[in-house]
């Protein structure tokens, strides 16, 4: 009886430890990714702070090295990720694959149960050194910055390190990560117009002490001409443009960078600001915009005559731009906010006060609708569609900037953005979830979806029609080097092979960059033949530069695109 009572019960127990060891057969393989951190010079770095990041959906991980320098981060999902590490101070962050500062670094794809192994080198960080001097050659303090193009978030955008010259004119900037900077100066007087001394005022000084109880009488501006300190940038030029790269290796200490300070003569406008009812409009902005396309200074408000003055302006044309939003109401109507436009051009001249008027008005109504295609059922309620007109061409482009002309649709996809002002602008559509991307935006007959839509002074735009798809286009590819291995590294442009379609803006015109297997992906393109080359970087022009796409023809990959195709293109680096 004991027995057998024994036996049944030793039975379970065999069951139990083949079922545990079918779980753990079952166990998934672990995606990881692994390396070192280490600096130029190939030391391991301790204690930096690695960051991996999925691209979709965007999260986070962090580790630290171990005295050895290495990291590794476990149970990864598959998919595409970014890796990037920061030590302690002396050295630059870098992400993995950076090869300059306008590198994002190189995406790691990764499979399940893929062990990536990854190196990351943090440079040691440098400087630059030298002396701030005046026209004459005597010691001047200022402002000296050091300006690098980075790319972040996608973008290209310029970055900045400022130092201020002691009173011997010496300056250094510190902590730069390696790479190549432009070098500008500014007098440390740079608040206002500055007045040489000049026989006239001297008078005119005297005549007021002589007299203290008599009115003093207008100051002549030709009498007594205004200068300003203007940027100078390395080694003696006046724009940057024209200016010199400083290239620092890691751990460089430049010193010699001297730099002379210039000054130049201004003059100063006046300008008088009426709204839509000839009104003088206070308390407003105004944009002045030089023949550069450049804001020159910080414009004061209109007073409450609806009249500035402006000075420490350079000689020569500019462009007056207002936008002012105005509470106006009618009998029986609750205040509404309406937008006013206005610009008007002046030329300002040394010796004179350049005088302006500027009349506001209201602009023009744009009312469309959001349309779906596709097999996917279309969202119920299309209240999160969001429609945006962002400025490409015409005079109010400076002001016309995102957010500014940006409206949601109702439940049924309807739109209307009110007082546009005229110009080119370029429509944009967010908050698409899903498949769904922008297929054409109809104005009429014409498609704005590249060209940009067309607004004119009075005549309001109606009846557009966007239409979204989910049958959109998709170019993979492989880039590969002689040998076949995958390029890591670099970028792919793709555009059409008609240089007459090289325009802004343009959807058949883009850049991706590889990832970690070789591989890129090109999504939205319209149908049509297209070329696509390598290039190490889409900056300095960006691949929306003819100039550069010009100089991509020869060696490109050719292909062709039909409508809502999905294709794939091998690219080998030769």
Not at 104 to 130: D, E, K, N, Y
Not at 332 to 358: C, F, M, N
Not at 365 to 394: C, H, K, M, N, W
Request: proline content about 8%; some cysteine; charged content about 20%.
């Amino acid at each position: 009886m004991n027995a057998r009572r024994l036996a049944l019960v030793g039975a379970p127990m065999v069951l139990l430890v083949c079922v545990g060891g079918t779980t753990d057969a079952q166990t998934p393989p672990v995606t990881a990714i692994a390396g070192t951190v280490a600096d130029d010079r190939g030391a391991p770095l301790a204690a930096a702070t690695v960051t991996v990041t999925s691209v979709q959906p965007r999260t986070a991980r962090t580790t630290t090295t171990d005295p050895a320098g290495r990291f590794r981060v476990d149970a990864l999902a598959p998919g595409v990720y970014t890796l990037a590490a920061t030590a302690s101070a002396g050295y630059a962050p870098r992400a993995f694959g950076h090869a300059s500062l306008e590198d994002a670094g190189t995406p790691i794809r990764l499979v399940l149960g893929q062990q990536f192994s990854a190196t990351i080198t943090l440079p040691r960080t440098s400087s630059i050194s030298g002396q701030l001097l005046d026209e004459s050659g005597a010691p001047a303090t200022g402002s000296v910055r050091a300006m690098a193009w980075v790319r972040r978030n996608g973008s290209r955008t310029r970055q900045s390190f400022t130092a201020t010259a002691d009173d011997d004119g010496h300056y250094r900037i510190a902590n730069l990560s390696p790479g190549s900077y432009t070098i500008t100066a500014n007098g440390a007087y740079t608040g206002g117009d500055v007045r040489r001394m000049t026989p006239a005022l001297i008078d005119r000084a005297a005549r007021a002490v002589a007299h203290p109880d008599e009115p003093i009488p207008p100051l002549d501006p030709a009498s007594a001409p205004t200068f300003t300190f203007v940027p100078v940038f390395y080694p003696n030029a006046a724009t940057d443009e024209d200016a010199s790269l400083v290239t620092l290796a890691p751990s460089e200490d430049r010193t010699g960078i001297d730099l002379r300070l210039r000054t130049t003569p201004t003059t100063q406008i006046d300008v008088a600001v009426f709204d839509h009812r000839g009104l003088p409009v206070n308390s407003t902005l105004v944009e002045v915009i030089d023949a550069k396309g450049q804001r020159p200074a910080q414009s004061p408000l209109t007073d409450k005559d609806g009249q500035f003055r402006m000075g420490r302006l350079l000689p020569g044309p500019y462009t007056l731009l207002v936008h002012h939003g105005v509470r106006l109401s009618g009998p029986g109507e609750p205040a509404a906010v309406v937008d006013l436009w206005g610009a008007t051009s002046i030329v300002a001249t040394i010796g004179s006060v350049a005088k302006a008027r500027i009349d506001l008005f209201q602009g023009v109504q744009v009312t469309g609708r959001v349309v779906f295609e596709g097999a996917s059922a279309p969202p119920a309620d299309l209240r999160s569609v969001r429609v945006e007109l962002v400025g490409i061409d015409g005079l109010y482009r400076p002001l016309a900037t995102a957010g500014n002309m940006l409206t949601r649709t109702d439940a049924q996809g309807r739109f209307t953005i009110e007082d546009v002002p005229p110009g080119a602008f370029a429509v944009q559509v967010a908050g698409l979830t899903g498949p769904w991307s922008p297929m054409s935006i109809m104005a009429g007959s014409r498609d704005a979806l590249d060209t940009g839509l067309a607004v004119e002074l009075g005549t309001d735009v109606s009846g557009i029609v966007v239409t979204v798809t989910d049958r959109g286009s998709e170019v993979t590819g492989i880039a590969t080097d002689a040998a076949g291995r995958p390029v890591m590294g670099g970028y792919v442009a793709v555009f059409p092979d008609d240089p007459r379609l090289w325009t802004k803006p343009s959807r058949a015109i883009v850049s991706a960059r590889f990832d970690s297997t070789g591989r890129f992906t090109v999504r939205g393109l319209p149908p049509g033949r297209y070329i696509a080359s390598l290039v190490s970087d889409p900056m300095p022009g960006g691949p929306l530069d003819p100039t550069m796409l010009a100089a991509l023809v020869t060696g490109g990959t050719r292909f062709a695109l039909a409508d809502g195709e999905r294709t794939s293109i091998a690219i080998q680096v030769k």
